[in-house]
């Protein structure tokens, strides 16, 4: 079993709709929790950064981490065409200078199309 | 800011060779870190240097190596290239991380491909 799942889509839905993307892990050790849009054959982009449990909303995007489940989520409202790209989540268990620590554990993306 | 820049673009190397890659981190930040993006395999850990030292390398042989300069820039080096390190190779960079820990900003990349 991978350390974090995520569904890899593919998602289409159509310019406009509420999108719900999700993973799962099993490390309860992981505290931060990232996500990143990745365009074809570009590097990844950093969308949201949340630590520990909670919300986080930043525009159209909101961030949810819900530890006790080991689940997190990023909702994107009001989808545009310009969304479409593979969205990965991402984590990590601590910031100490040494070790796996700041070592970035990636779900294998999910690939969403929003459709005009 | 400029951001996370990466050198080469494309690179094209044959069996045996070997491959050298550059990242210039974002300024200010002192962590460096490497990711292969491998089709199929999704993105890996490979290396972490931080104030020139190299703090942590993923599950990847000892012909993967790197080294961190006093400017806080890196170098990714692949010895004996093989056909399966045809890859997209990423460069991340952080700060000192704060009480809410840090963040990673990455690269565009470097596509090594191995014939």
């Known amino acids: 079993q991978k350390e974090v799942e995520q569904d890899p889509g593919p998602l289409s839905v159509p310019e406009g709709a509420i999108v719900s993307l999700n993973c799962t892990y099993s490390?309860?050790?992981?505290?931060?929790f990232m996500w990143y849009r990745q365009y074809s054959r570009k590097g990844p982009e950093l969308l949201m950064y949340t630590y520990s449990s909670g919300n986080k909303e930043d525009g159209r995007f909101t961030a949810q981490v819900d530890k006790s489940s080991k689940y997190i989520s990023l909702f994107i409202r009001d989808s545009q065409p310009s969304d479409s790209a593979t969205y990965l989540c991402?984590?990590?268990?601590?910031?100490?200078?040494?070790?796996?620590?700041?070592?970035?554990?990636f779900g294998s993306g999910t690939q969403l199309t929003v459709l005009p | 800011e400029a951001g996370v820049t990466q050198s080469p673009t494309h690179l094209i190397k044959t069996r045996g060779q070997q491959a050298t890659l550059r990242c210039s981190p974002i300024s200010g930040h002192t962590s460096v870190y490497w990711y292969q993006q491998a089709l199929g395999l999704g993105l890996q850990f490979l290396l972490w240097?931080?104030?020139?030292?190299?703090?942590n390398r993923g599950n990847f042989p000892p012909r993967f190596s790197g080294r961190q300069f006093p400017n806080y820039s890196s170098e990714l080096n692949v010895n004996a290239l093989e056909l399966e390190d045809s890859a997209l190779y990423l460069c991340?960079?952080?700060?000192?991380?704060?009480?809410?820990?840090?963040?990673?900003?990455f690269g565009p990349g470097t596509r090594l491909t191995v014939t």
């Open positions: 490390n309860s050790a992981f505290q931060y």
């Open positions: 240097y931080d104030e020139g030292e190299e703090r």
């Open positions: 991402a984590m990590s268990s601590s910031v100490i200078s040494s070790g796996s620590a700041r070592q970035l554990t």
């Open positions: 991340a960079s952080s700060s000192r991380p704060d009480s809410e820990g840090y963040e990673q900003y």
